[in-house]
């Protein structure tokens, strides 16, 4: 059973304007998360992180949004780049193990 | 600093086959795991290794084999390969003292079973 769920297969997105990606999981032991990125033909990149402790983490043009009541997370990019165009994997983990699972990931395009 | 090297990137093999996912990473990670990578299913953990010696599974692990002799060393091996082995693999290292830890990935091995 998929313990971390990316509903949105794909999505698309003007250059400049925002791309709000979301995550849901089930497990309530997960308390520390990570976006990844992945271009074509390569491995993951890793992007952004968020512990539970907290609700909100940024990095530059990147925003990661928790919401533990709910159990859900959103990466927002803004503003869009045409760059940004790849799949996006949401990861979570429990308790100080390194074992993290993966949603399905949401493939996203910037259109210039 | 070449990170995590996995080899070969791709390989063709026939039902029953043997063969070996080679990875190595050079940063001292104790935590090293092997994921597959299939459409729809995202990257799914099928074994790691917490370090030297020390292996467990996954939640795909059925058809593979881990060992981890050495630090920099975890290959996979699939000593009958099925058809439903088909998948892109990716092999992942991390480092267990850091407070918020990260993965970081190879390139991936692509491998068909016919």
């Known amino acids: 059973d998929q313990q971390v769920k990316q509903n949105s297969p794909s999505l698309s997105v003007q250059e400049g304007r925002i791309s709000i990606l979301n995550c849901d999981y089930t497990n309530s032991m997960f308390d520390y998360f990570l976006w990844y990125k992945k271009y074509p033909a390569e491995g993951p990149t890793f992007l952004i992180s968020?512990?539970?402790?907290?609700d909100k983490n940024e990095d530059g043009r990147f925003t990661v949004f928790l919401n533990k009541s709910a159990k859900h997370l959103s990466l927002h990019i803004v503003p869009s780049q045409p760059g940004d165009s790849a799949v996006y994997f949401c990861a979570a983990s429990a308790g100080t193990g390194n074992q993290f699972y993966f949603g399905t990931g949401t493939s996203l395009t910037v259109i210039p | 600093n070449a990170g995590v090297t996995q080899t070969p990137k791709f390989q063709v093999l026939k039902t029953g086959q043997s063969m070996t996912l080679q990875c190595a990473q050079d940063?001292?990670?104790?935590?090293m795991s092997w994921y597959r990578q299939d459409p729809g299913m995202g990257l799914r953990l099928i074994h790691y290794s917490v370090g030297a010696g020390i292996t467990d599974q996954g939640e795909v692990p059925n058809g593979y084999n881990v060992s981890r002799s050495t630090t920099e060393d975890f290959p996979l091996r699939l000593l009958s390969a099925a058809p439903s082995q088909t998948s892109v693999y990716f092999c992942?290292?991390?480092?267990?003292?850091?407070?918020?830890?990260?993965?970081?990935f190879g390139s991936g091995t692509q491998l068909s079973v016919l």
């Open positions: 968020i512990s539970s402790i907290k």
């Open positions: 940063m001292n990670h104790e935590y």
């Open positions: 992942a290292s991390s480092s267990n003292l850091d407070r918020e830890p990260k993965l970081f």
